[in-house]
Every structure is written in structure tokens, then in C-alpha cells.
């Protein structure tokens, strides 16, 4: 293993917020410091188009996990920094043939430094003939196993084997605030995901409907934050008790219609949550025809409710797609958890799929959920989540 | 921060300050194995003896009778594995369908594996089974007869001092029953019992301990193999200072038990008058029941909404086995006693200890009524 000491960040999509770029590199910088706070070693630096970040002995290993999840990194690579010379370069590329394992390897070098006596082709022959020479290694133009970055620049030269993939997207944060209704199923903390992924700052909203969902359900949508909380650094839950709204809606409308009353009420109740935070629209984890409240009917039904954008990043997404991102972000195994099948009471037997706007209001004239709603949102509780930690005292 | 009131002494109890002091003191000292030669293992070895004699003296059987085990559940999969492996010539068990998973499931894993029969005693309304029906089921080729002296979930007592006095007369059966929940609350002539469990956690003692009473002229191969700890019966390092302090849980569990029995049964009293002033529960638990466990059902309100709504106002409470309690099913022992899905799936389960007092029966009676009326 070669000695890596710095980390070099690619941006992604970059060219194309051109006035921009500046709160893109500043947020960046700051999300990608916030994710390695535990890191007290490292060293930042911000250039025109790279972020260098020095290990000074941390893991690199954590380091790279860590950094897969900053979104807005198009890629980034493991760097040797070494002094401006050839013999200073050749060594280290050697090195990193030498302990590659590899069978063929190809050179790629920059010459940023114009100064520096050796074209970007030369410094490819020279170095390249002392690997051929030492080792065992092919060269191989078109696909390489190792592929060795030199960058010569005035300061040093940085040389890199392995160009590791970002997460791409935006930095979290850059594109405003979503208010993201948060059920603990499977698909809500991956809508959360894909928001943040477009550099969008994600609160949650989560509806409980005590005593017939248990504490175990409600800390489940709380532990579900905080793992997704980790792309953005915290992530700020608001928690609404839902139960009497629930009752009533129930009461009035009986069965086919309740869902769609339900989240009709759900999404009044986000809008007016989203404008009190400061959020432009409100998030959910929606599949066109998931479930009866998903079909095209019933989304513009319940859609009718609110004025408020309502951002669906899941919406063509099939249900397979969505466990897999699950399962990449590692929510999937907590959103299985059964508590939220506690109680069936809820559960419709017989919901309509085909919801009209006029039967809803029909059935919303028959009861007074303005002041349902109103005590709903006087009755908030908020929490702030981070990522879990190992912190128990007697571990 | 809320006052939380436990009313779950069936599931697990907290330890006694006595046994508390005792094992932490036996900690620190008595480290080395019980089964080393040296001095300070023979020392470990004869307090550990000298317990296992004051057990079998508090239980009225022989020192040898006493198997150190990490509980009921173990000891229940020992009693009928051990006795069953011991002589595969006979292979009929009669058990009840109200026992404990640990029986049921080796029941039925006996079944599975070697093709066991089993035949599952008819409950009645009270939740207890009949001897008639004991005598109906014994065969020639039956194995053991495993009973529970008090059922968990409801607390009705069997007769099994006259189970066990049938079928030790009538049959070449083994008499096994499990005395998890009836220890300090229900005594027996062990006359007749060739096997018994026994938890320390349900009585004021350590998680992860308890006993098989297995008298000696019973056949019997160890459910785990191992050294000669425990005659060769229990293989493992001897967990010494845990099975020291069961003899002082013991000891403790039964004088308790007498000294308390006249307290919680004006409890049990006091909260099933209660229960009987609010429209619509009914009380699931027979008159014969022991006084710390009272089971009812509400059947506007599931199980786990009902729980859910209680711990909210500081109640802990169990549905049915806390075992099961995360399982949707309903209580397989009412649906045992003929009392209908709907009301075995609306299940409560209160049991008391005689730290519990009046007022917190009273807050208790008064959280449910306020539930019912607000979800029922």
C-alpha cells in the first residue's frame, strides 16, 4: 500500500451553475468538513476546482467511505504527494505498480506546471519505462488495470491510482428546504435521499397515531432520520399526533373514502408546517399505483388538498428499485421493522381507488377539521436527529 | 419525567436488595472454576453443594435431584428431551395446549424430527385441565406427562398433585411440570413429581438462572454435553455464584410468598372490583387463579393499541406471554379456553408483586376507564 496523504475532490456538475459555483464550492467545503468532524488530523484546502483534503495519518479507509456519501463530489482519488521532481515521481509511481497487484497499468499525466522541464508525454515514457523495467507489468492504453495519475503542479506533484465515484448530485443544503412526510416505510427515507441528492435540505414530518401506533413505531421514524440525516449532517423532525383527526375522519367517512381523507388532512397539515419552517415544498416517498392512495386518481385528489409544490422523487421508480436504494443507504432492514402493522384498525378493507375531489368535500363539509388540524399543529413536538452513534455507557 | 408503575411481575421481577448484595459479593471473590483443584476451587465447589442441598431442602427433594440450568426455558426443553432420548422406545407425550412455548415447541420439534405423538389435554372454561382427561390420554407407550402447575397468562392452577398421583400409579410415564409461575405462590408435594423448572427471574433473582428438579431414578440424557459439571448432566463451566444466590431467591421467594400471599390477594381483589365497574371488560382469569395474575380483555381495544395506550400513561402491563407479545396471534391460551378470537386478541395481563400498592391500582383502574372511554 502506497503512503496516501492527501485526498483529492472532484466537483460534480459544477459547469453548469456558472454564478453559482462559489456557494457550490463554500457549501461543499463545509458539508464535506461536517461529515469528517470526527476527524480532528485532517487538513482542508480549497483550490479553483479541487478540494484537497491532507490525511495526516487518518484511516483512509473510513475516510473514503465517509466521503461516498457527501453529494456533490463527482469523484475523488487517494493522492501521494511528492516533490516536483522525476526522480521524486518516478519512485512513488513505481511503488504503486510494485504494490498494485496488477497486470497492466497505463500513465496519465497533467502538466499544470508549464514550467516544470518535462512534457506530460515524456514524463509518461520515462516513468512508465521504469515500471516496465522493475516489474512485471504490461502497458495497456485501453484498458488498463492501473490506471496512474501524475499531476505536476508548481507546489508538488500528486499521483493517484484509483479514481473512486462521488455521489454526485448537489451539495446538500444549496437548493433550498423540502418538508418530507416521513411514514417509517420503505420508501420515504429513500425519497429523503434522492432529495438531498439534488442538494435540497430535507425536515421531516411524521404522523403518530398514539396509542394505536406504539413508541416503538415512532422511534423507528426517528432512528430512520437520523441514518438518512448523515447525507445532509442533522436532520430536524417534526412529529404531529395524528389520532383525533384519525378517529373523526373514520367516523364520518367510514372505510372506502378514509385514506384519502386521511392524507388529504396529512398533506394541509405539511403545507402549513413547510410555510411555518421556511420550507418551498413539501416531499413524499409516492409511487404511481403502490397503493390505493397512489394511483393517478387518488394523487390528484389528495394533490387538490394543497397549493404548496409536492416534489416525488420515487414516483416512477418500481418497488424493486426502491429496496435496492434502500438497501444501498441501509434503511431497509429498520423500515421492515413490523411495528407499523401494530394495529389493523386503520387499515382500510375496502379503499377507493378512483377518489373525486367532490366526495371528499363532500365529506369534509360533514365534520369541523379546521379546528381538528389547528389543535393537530398547536400539539407539535420537534426533534433533531443526527446519525447514530455507539455512545451507551456501558458498552 | 413520568411515574412508570409496574404491573408485570408475571414476565420478570426486580431483583431483591438481599440477592443483590449477596451475588455481588460472591462475585468478587469467588472467581476461579468451581471444577479446579486447587483450594479456592474446592471452596467454590462445596458452598455451591451446600446450596444445591438448602434448595433441595427447600423444595423437599434430594440434593441430587437438583440440576443447575439458565432457566425455565431450559429446563423445560431439558425435562422433555432428556427424558425422551433417554429411552426412544416409547414415543407419546400428553401435555396441555396452554404450556409455554418452551414445551410446546420441543413438542412439536419432537414430532417433527422422530415422529413423536402428542396428545394436547382439553381445557376447560376455568383454564385448568381435568384428571378425567389425563386418564383418557395416558397409553402404554407414553413418555411423560408435562403439566404446568400455574398457567402464565391467566394464572388458573391445575391439579397436578392428582395428575401426578394418577400416573404415577396408572402408567409407566414420567410426571414433569413446570412450577415457573406457582413457586412462592402454590405449594406441592413433590411426592409424585419426578421432574420440575424453576425460574429465579420470576422471583426476585437473577436473569439467566433457574433448576430442573430431575429425581435420580429418572433415565435422562443431558441437553447439553459437556464436562462432568452437574453429574455429567449439564455440560459447562459451572455458573457458581448465580446457582449459590438461587438458594437464597428461593429461600427469600417462599417466605415472601407466605408473608405477602393475604397483601396481594386484597390487590387482586381491590383491582378485579374495580375491572368489574367498567362497561365492558371482562375478566379472562378463573376464580381459582392465582391472586397475582389477572388477565381481562376489552374488546373495543387490541392488545397492543391498549399496551400502547397505558405505557403512554406509565403502566407496564403484558398481553399475553410476554414471550408472544410481539406476535400478532391471539393468546393461544384463551382460544384454549373457548373464549372467541375477539376477546383473546383484546387481552391484558396484570400481575402484581407485593411491592405494588393501593394507590397504584387505583391510577391504574382509572388510566383504563379513561382509555376505554376515549377509544373504545
Known amino acids: 500500500m502506497a503512503d496516501y496523504d492527501t485526498v483529492l475532490v472532484r466537483f460534480g456538475e459544477l459547469s453548469t451553475k456558472g454564478k453559482n459555483r462559489k456557494d457550490f464550492i463554500n457549501r461543499l ?28 495519518g487518518a484511516d483512509h479507509e473510513k475516510i473514503r467511505e465517509k466521503l461516498q456519501k457527501v453529494f456533490g463530489i463527482s469523484s475523488f482519488s487517494f493522492t501521494e504527494k511528492v516533490e516536483p521532481t522525476m526522480e521524486a515521481i518516478t519512485a512513488a509511481c513505481l511503488r504503486i505498480a510494485e504494490n498494485s497487484g496488477a497486470k497492466t497499468f497505463k500513465m496519465i499525466t497533467k502538466r499544470h506546471d508549464k514550467t516544470f522541464p518535462l512534457r506530460s508525454d515524456d514524463i509518461n515514457r520515462q516513468t512508465a519505462s521504469v515500471i516496465l523495467k522493475n516489474t512485471g507489468l504490461k502497458v495497456d492504453v485501453h484498458d488498463p488495470e492501473l490506471p496512474i495519475r501524475v499531476e505536476v503542479r508548481s507546489e508538488a506533484a500528486y499521483i493517484t491510482s484509483e479514481k473512486i465515484a462521488g455521489a454526485g448530485g448537489y451539495p446538500a443544503g444549496i437548493n433550498g428546504k423540502v418538508l418530507l412526510m416521513l411514514s417509517g416505510g420503505i420508501d420515504s427515507p429513500v425519497a429523503a435521499y434522492q432529495l438531498m441528492k439534488r442538494g435540497l435540505n430535507v425536515e421531516a414530518v411524521h404522523f403518530a397515531s398514539p396509542p394505536y401506533t406504539s413508541e416503538n413505531a415512532r422511534n423507528k421514524v426517528l432512528t430512520l432520520a437520523g441514518m438518512v440525516s448523515e447525507y445532509q ?118 379503499p377507493v381507488t378512483k377518489p373525486t375531489v367532490e366526495k371528499a368535500e363532500y365529506f369534509e363539509k360533514m365534520f369541523d377539521w379546521q379546528s381538528l388540524i389547528e389543535a393537530a399543529l398547536a400539539d407539535e413536538e420537534t426533534a433533531v436527529v443526527q446519525p447514530p452513534r455507539n455512545e451507551e455507557s456501558f458498552l | 419525567m413520568q411515574r412508570r408503575i409496574y404491573l408485570d411481575n408475571a414476565s420478570t421481577t426486580n431483583i431483591h436488595p438481599e440477592v443483590l448484595k449477596t451475588y455481588e459479593e460472591l462475585l468478587e471473590t469467588y472467581y476461579v472454576n468451581s471444577e479446579s483443584l486447587y483450594d479456592e476451587g474446592s471452596e467454590i465447589h462445596r458452598m455451591m453443594e451446600k446450596a444445591r442441598g438448602a434448595i433441595a431442602g427447600l423444595l423437599g427433594v434430594h440434593a441430587e435431584d437438583i440440576i443447575f440450568t439458565s432457566g425455565s426455558s431450559e429446563s423445560n426443553s431439558a425435562a422433555i428431551k432428556g427424558v425422551c432420548m433417554a429411552d426412544m422406545s416409547r414415543k407419546h407425550i400428553v401435555t396441555t395446549p396452554i404450556e409455554h412455548s418452551s414445551i410446546l415447541n420441543c413438542c ?155 397483601y396481594i390477594g386484597e390487590l387482586s381483589q381491590r383491582l378485579k372490583d374495580g375491572l368489574r365497574k367498567i362497561p365492558g371488560i371482562e375478566i379472562n382469569s378463573p376464580e381459582n387463579a392465582v391472586a397475582g395474575i389477572i388477565n381481562f380483555s376489552y374488546e373495543n381495544i387490541p392488545s397492543e393499541v391498549m399496551q400502547n395506550a397505558l405505557n ?6 403484558s398481553a399475553r406471554s410476554t414471550c408472544a ?52
Not at chain 2, 351 to 371: M, P, V
Open chain 2, 108 to 262: 412439536a420439534q419432537l414430532h417433527r424430527l422422530f415422529g413423536y405423538e402428542i396428545t394436547y389435554l382439553p381445557v376447560g372454561r376455568e383454564g385448568s385441565i381435568r384428571l378425567e382427561d389425563v386418564r383418557r390420554a395416558l397409553r402404554d407407550d407414553t413418555a411423560i406427562v408435562s403439566v404446568m402447575a400455574v398457567n402464565n397468562e391467566t394464572g388458573a392452577v391445575n391439579p397436578v398433585e392428582e395428575i401426578a398421583e394418577y400416573v404415577k400409579k396408572h402408567s409407566r410415564a414420567y410426571m414433569h411440570t413446570d412450577m415457573t409461575q406457582a413457586c412462592g405462590k402454590v405449594s406441592f408435594n413433590m411426592k409424585n413429581i419426578d421432574l420440575a423448572s424453576y425460574s429465579a427471574h420470576k422471583l426476585e433473582g437473577l436473569k439467566g438462572s433457574g433448576i430442573l428438579v430431575r429425581k435420580t431414578h429418572v433415565p435422562f440424557e443431558p441437553l447439553i454435553c459437556g464436562g462432568e459439571q452437574e453429574e455429567g448432566l449439564r455440560g459447562g463451566t459451572s455458573n457458581a455464584c448465580v446457582n449459590m444466590v438461587f438458594a437464597k431467591t428461593l429461600r427469600l421467594a417462599l417466605e415472601n410468598g407466605k408473608r405477602s400471599h393475604a
Open chain 1, 233 to 350: 449532517g442533522r436532520m430536524k423532525v417534526h412529529i404531529i399526533n395524528f389520532t383525533d383527526l384519525q378517529l373523526n375522519i373514520y367516523k364520518t367517512a367510514g372505510d372506502p373514502y378514509a385514506v384519502t381523507l386521511m392524507r388529504r388532512m396529512m398533506f394541509r397539515l405539511a403545507e402549513q408546517i413547510a410555510q411555518k419552517n421556511g420550507c418551498i415544498a413539501i416531499g413524499t416517498g409516492e409511487s404511481i399505483g403502490q397503493v390505493a392512495s397512489q394511483t393517478l386518481e387518488s394523487i390528484a385528489c389528495i394533490n387538490d388538498a394543497v397549493r404548496i409544490p409536492v416534489l416525488r422523487p420515487l414516483i416512477c421508480h418500481d418497488k424493486l428499485e426502491i429496496i435496492a436504494l434502500a438497501n444501498k443507504i441501509g434503511t431497509y432492514e429498520t423500515s421492515i421493522l413490523p411495528y407499523e402493522d401494530c394495529c389493523t384498525i386503520f387499515d382500510p378493507k375496502n
Open chain 2, 312 to 317: 403512554r400513561q406509565g403502566f407496564m402491563v
Open chain 2, 325 to 376: 407479545s410481539r406476535s400478532e396471534d391471539p393468546s393461544y391460551v384463551l382460544m384454549a379456553m373457548g373464549l372467541g378470537a375477539k376477546r383473546s386478541n383484546s387481552c391484558i395481563r396484570v400481575s402484581l408483586s407485593h411491592r405494588n400498592t393501593e394507590e397504584e391500582i387505583d391510577l391504574f383502574l382509572k388510566a383504563l376507564k379513561e382509555i376505554t372511554e376515549q377509544y373504545g
Open chain 1, 29 to 56: 467545503f463545509r458539508n464535506i468538513q461536517y461529515m469528517l468532524r470526527d476527524f480532528e488530523e485532517l487538513e482542508y484546502r480549497k483550490a479553483y476546482d479541487r478540494i484537497y483534503i491532507r490525511l495526516n
